[in-house]
């Protein structure tokens, strides 16, 4: 037997049991008569002991032990005099009275503890040392937990499991696919899916009513600390839905979500449009665990002869809750520094000052006069000692810009409350952007969203700028500024899917060539349907508090998109490469 107990679950009630114990070495320390040793699994950490005067060939042993090193133990639990209130183990240590070796180890290139000295990509390379780590193990555990609560949850209402195919063709989601060459079709690709979309929405067609997935998704493209090219998300889709429906639905989940994995209530979920959420916070995913809201003052602060305000379309100010004798000057200027670096490319920031003493300080000063400046007060909703910050340019770009701020002052004073989870609806986002570049429109969520049904009519006879400002019955979830998922309620009308295709600049050779399959689906009495698909990999570290998701993914891809650990993507051999037909003429005579 390897083992009677786990490494985590000796109490005081144990002392005098004799037991076995097997795991990794964590440390060995050598007190001279005694030699101390951390036994840990994936349980916890046991302490054990091994004394010079009852065993000294024991104890020689011991003291050779090298981190990590695989071993049995067997041994009396005894009370420890030196407790350990950080342990669940630490009023007990094991009095060894044997002691194997079932494998030795090098030594791990960097520490095996809580707090690592290894760099990312080290602790990727390494991945099963880092799996050894209680924090990512513990994130492991979580996304395990999280899985099968959304399964029971989505389960107990009604959602069947249904697993959709890996390997397809192109998906709609906007990003470049991966794609996987065809041996037995010369000069072909599959696409990996960037989402289920077509074939859930095919499953309503096939009457399946409820469906959900938690699967993986691939997106060729750069990456950042919240994005890897392969991810999961809980997807899913239901018939016979309304927009709020659907809403309901997955508010319902997340609620229990929160409950059975923090025993946190959320709260019933605001819904916001995305007009007010763009004109309150500068993003459609606010961060609404604090204030400081946007306060529009073009009409205020325009005619006053300062050319910077007088010839931008759009001014505003954010108003932070008593930091005026916060910020010098000094931190002012670093905070306008931040603010025009490329990423922001802001061109300057304005200050205000309401100071204790009852007077105003601004750095547009000369030509606002105070009685001015203390007009706005009230407008910016402002008492003394607060600190107004204002920037003025191009609607859409300030609007961004002045949204980075906010953030960054929310970080700067300590708003962002990690205990506090806000979640909010951000709902009717436009339908269409237009894009400068290739002169087109894009669908802003994906080309099977339907436009709100307001909106339908203008869709079919509106002329351009018409549709700019249709609305689409789209949502996204938004927890503490970040987006846990998003969906919609789905076009199942021909002429309305065609006139999308159209605006989207799709022939009606390539819509049929692309999506031909769907299209035709829809001849056969498609029910009216909508969806939605949360990123599970995020939902898991906002829950927990965290920034990024690699550490809920047992093995992630580096920035690079590089599995360091099997060093992939890598060459494959002539061979291969000629089964493919990848570097030589294909059969048909294409290249
Ligand atoms: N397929 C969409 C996405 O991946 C979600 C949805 O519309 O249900 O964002």
Request: hydrophobic fraction near 35%.
């Amino acid at each position: 037997m390897y083992r009677t107990h786990n490494c985590g679950e000796l109490r005081i009630s144990h002392v005098g049991q004799e037991v076995t114990l097997s795991g990794w070495v964590q440390i060995s320390r050598d007190l001279g008569g005694l030699t101390f040793v951390d036994l840990r699994d994936r349980y916890g950490i046991t302490q054990i002991v091994f004394n010079m005067d009852d065993d000294e060939t024991l104890c020689l042993q011991a003291r050779k032990l090298g981190r990590e090193f695989v071993v049995r133990v067997k041994g009396a639990v005894a009370e420890r005099s030196n407790k350990n209130p950080n342990r669940s183990t630490g009023d007990i240590e094991i009095e060894a009275s044997s002691l194997e070796i079932l494998n030795a180890s090098n030594v791990p290139p960097f520490t095996i503890e809580n707090e690592t000295d290894g760099g990312d990509d080290l602790r990727m390379k390494y991945r099963y040392l880092d799996i050894r780590r209680e924090p990512v193990r513990d994130n492991l555990v979580f996304r395990s937990q999280l899985a099968i609560a959304t399964r029971s949850h989505l389960a107990s209402q009604g959602f069947i499991e249904v697993e959709t195919p890996v390997l397809i063709k192109s998906t709609p989601e906007g990003a470049r696919d991966f794609v996987v060459p065809s041996r037995m079709n010369p000069g072909q690709f599959y696409a990996l899916p960037q989402s289920p979309q077509t074939f859930k929405q095919i499953l309503m067609v096939g009457g399946l009513d409820k469906y959900f997935q938690i699967v993986k998704c691939f997106r060729d493209e750069d990456l950042r600390a919240d994005r890897q090219p392969e991810f999961t998300q809980i997807d899913c889709e239901m018939s016979f839905v309304t927009r709020d429906e659907v809403l309901d639905t997955f508010e319902g989940l997340t609620k229990n979500l929160f409950k059975s994995l923090l025993n946190v209530d959320l709260p019933d979920f605001p819904k916001m449009s995305y007009d007010e959420a763009m004109e309150r916070y500068g993003s459609d995913k606010p961060d609404t665990r604090f204030g400081m809201e946007f306060c529009d003052i073009s009409q205020l602060a325009k005619g006053h002869g300062f050319s910077v305000f007088d010839d931008a379309e759009y001014i505003v100010g954010i108003c932070a809750k008593g930091a005026a004798d916060k910020y010098s000057n000094k931190d002012i200027k670093k905070l306008t520094e931040w603010m025009q670096r490329p990423q922001i490319g802001a061109k300057g920031v304005v200050n205000i000052k309401y100071q204790e003493d009852g007077s105003v300080k601004s750095s547009i000063g000369k030509f606002y006069d105070d009685e001015t400046l203390m007009a706005w007060k009230e407008h910016f909703n402002a008492a003394s000692n607060d600190l107004i910050l204002i920037l003025c340019g191009e609607k859409e770009k300030t609007q961004k810009q002045m949204n980075e701020l906010r953030l960054e002052m929310g970080r700067q004073l300590g708003l962002m409350d990690p205990t506090v989870f806000n979640p909010l609806w951000v709902v009717d986002f436009p339908l269409l952007e237009w894009d400068e570049d290739s002169n087109r429109f894009h669908a802003m969520h994906h080309p099977f969203t339907s436009p709100k049904k307001a909106d339908q009519e203008r869709m079919l006879n509106g002329d351009h700028e018409t549709m700019k400002a249709l609305r689409a019955d789209a949502y996204d979830l938004v927890i503490n500024g970040v987006e846990i998922g998003g969906g919609s309620i789905r076009i199942h009308d021909r002429a309305l899917q065609s006139r999308n295709f159209d605006l989207l600049g799709f022939t009606k050779e390539e819509a049929e060539e692309q999506f031909g399959f769907l299209l035709g689906a829809f001849e056969y009495g498609a029910p009216p349907h909508g969806g939605i698909a949360f990123g599970f990999d995020r939902l898991c570290a906002v829950m927990k508090g965290q920034n990024s998701i690699r550490d809920f993914i047992a093995f992630p891809k580096n920035n690079q998109g590089r599995d360091m650990m099997i060093d992939s993507p890598s060459r494959i051999d002539t061979i291969q490469m000629e089964e493919l037909y990848l570097n030589s003429t294909a059969p048909n005579g294409e290249e």
